[in-house]
């Protein structure tokens, strides 16, 4: 065997070989699922009979005769314009109170990191549906104060909010991120911009923006990307409906409903590619926007 590789001619080989068992496993359990998923949004099938070839029809339901479809993107992007913004400014106000120089650093930042681990976990989003129900927890503090609230859960103008809330909390891992960033912002910018007579918050906005605004791109598409693909606290909160009143059907969920509760996989597998062309087209437009924003340590 090492034989046949002193002999020149393999040597062009060598690493195509050496990359074999990564790309047999892209290619089986990557890009054939992936091509796989893009046949079947342009066929009828349920999993029982082969899948039958119609052309772009599940496109053209989507948008023109399922109003829950339409529904489900409506509580989807109304649920990332909303928490996504909500979640970055905590998270970077928590991480520059961190940055001031606490005792016990480490600590902190591990704490403020464990709900990013868990919060997406079937066992918090049942702990967040008993924390907002009728009795929970958040209605007998308000209660205390005299403000009686029905089940934040239980109702339709309140449930999206309790779930937004849910993905605020999860501001772990941008908080990290952006603590890491303010740590590499020289002191000498501060120092120089109060000589000037600039208070905290000109250099808020004139140096701490600007310099993490890297980051904040950064955590913008990332945020952005994993609330598009949000599932479990819809599922586990509205029990697989998305209720009350289809208030907490995300696009996952309703994508799960038809692909696995209605063996409709042709049409689910419609709705995946169009949320893939969503994020890519919110993606590219943060992407296209930042070049007016976004500023970096080599520029002019």
């Known amino acids: 065997m090492l034989k046949l590789f002193d002999n020149k001619q393999w040597l062009p080989f060598i690493p195509y070989i ?4 990564w790309l047999i496993g892209m290619i089986l359990f990557n890009a054939f699922p992936f091509l796989s998923s893009l046949y079947l949004s342009f066929t009828n099938y349920n999993f029982v009979s082969s899948p039958t070839w119609i052309g772009i029809k599940n496109y053209a339901t989507m948008f023109t005769q399922d109003s829950q479809y339409l529904q489900a993107l409506k509580v989807t992007l109304t649920y990332v314009i909303v928490a996504v913004p909500l979640e970055l400014a905590f998270a970077l106000f928590l991480a520059i109170l961190l940055n001031k120089g606490l005792r016990g650093l480490g600590v902190y930042r591990a704490v403020y990191y464990i709900p990013s681990l868990i919060g997406g976990s079937v066992a918090i989003a049942i702990l ?3 924390v907002f129900g009728n009795h929970g927890i958040v209605n007998q503090l308000l209660g205390y104060i005299g403000i009686v609230m029905p089940s934040w859960v239980g109702t339709p103008d309140y449930a999206i909010w309790s779930l937004i809330m849910l993905k605020v909390w999860q501001f772990g891992s941008p908080m990290v991120i952006f ?3 303010l740590k590499q912002i020289p002191q000498e910018y501060y120092e120089a911009s109060s000589l000037d007579g600039a208070g905290k918050w000109k250099g808020f906005i004139y140096i701490t923006l600007p310099c993490l605004s890297p980051i904040i791109l950064f955590n913008t598409i990332m945020q952005i990307i994993s609330s598009f693909q949000a599932f479990t606290p819809a599922y586990i909160i509205s029990n697989g409906t998305g209720g009350p009143v289809n208030s907490t ?5 309703y994508l799960y409903q038809n692909g696995f509760g209605n063996f409709q996989m042709g049409y689910a597998s419609a709705m995946a590619w169009t949320l893939l062309i969503i994020i890519a087209c919110f993606t590219g437009l943060v992407f296209l926007t930042s070049k007016k924003w976004v500023h970096y340590g080599d520029q002019g």
Not at 18 to 21: E, H, I, N
Request: hydrophobic share 60%; glycine share 6%; proline share 7%.
């Open 18 to 21: 050496f990359l074999a068992p």
């Open 179 to 181: 603590l890491a960033g």
């Open 249 to 253: 059907l995300f696009y996952t969920l």
């Open 128 to 130: 967040w549906q008993q």
